[in-house]
């Protein structure tokens, strides 16, 4: 009974180090650049004869794709992505409003900022931009850069366990369990300039992770 009770005794004991563990979050940051600019361009042209207004829709969609090309851009970076025929009356007079809308599309980030800050030259060549009409920059190489991420977050973790492990006298183990948060991708400090993260290629793509290790 004397053995029993001490095998007994000591098995609670070990299995209640076992049960010892810490939980931390780990942090991994990373700057990175976008690497495709998309572009909706949507302008329209009204007026009281429908081929006049064709007319001048043509000639809005010329000047939009002399524009690209002057950049350096290929012919296909533009591609139609629909167009609209609207019809009204007043007063006895009809009125007629074409929407036409470009898609532009190219991963020359610089080349496409340059776009982005030359688009008065489309004004002033008569075509009307619509609200909406602004460059996206997308980041999609996230796939490349997670397994880095996650073992540097994992690897910050670590550090924080390390530390509460020191402070308490004792030293951490194995993993016992870890959940990878999502990754997020947002924009840079000081780059976003307050419309979001689609309008600056420069992006910070964050993630944490959640890790319990065992304290020994």
């Keep these: 009974m004397i053995v029993g009770g001490y095998l007994l005794g000591n098995g609670l004991v070990r299995a209640h180090h076992a049960d010892r ?3 931390v979050r780990g942090l991994a940051e990373r700057d990175v650049v976008a690497d495709l600019a998309t572009w ?3 302008y329209s042209e009204q007026g009281t004869d429908l ?3 064709q007319a001048r829709i043509q000639r809005d969609t010329q000047s939009v794709r002399a524009y690209f090309q002057k950049l350096g851009f290929p012919a296909d970076a533009l591609q139609p992505a629909g167009a609209s025929v ?3 009356y007043n007063n006895g007079v009809s009125t007629v409003t074409i929407n036409q809308r470009l898609q532009f599309r190219t991963t020359d980030i610089p080349r496409a900022r340059r776009a982005v800050a030359d688009q008065f030259d489309l004004v002033n060549a008569g075509v009307q931009l619509q609200d909406g009409s602004k460059m996206n920059y997308s980041f999609t190489k996230l796939n490349d850069i997670k397994p880095p991420m996650v073992a540097a ?3 910050d973790a670590r550090a924080a366990a390390e530390q509460f492990a020191k402070d308490s006298g004792t030293a951490v183990g194995g993993i016992k369990s870890a959940t990878q948060g999502y990754f997020s991708i947002e924009a840079r400090d000081g780059d976003s300039g307050g419309f979001g993260v689609a ?3 420069f992006k910070k793509v964050r993630v944490v992770t959640t890790v319990e290790f065992y304290l020994d």
């Design 153 to 155: 977050a994992t690897k």
């Design 199 to 201: 309008d600056t290629p």
């Design 21 to 23: 563990a810490v939980t």
């Design 51 to 53: 081929a006049e207004v």
């Design 86 to 88: 609207n019809q009204f």
């Design 40 to 42: 909706d361009l949507s």
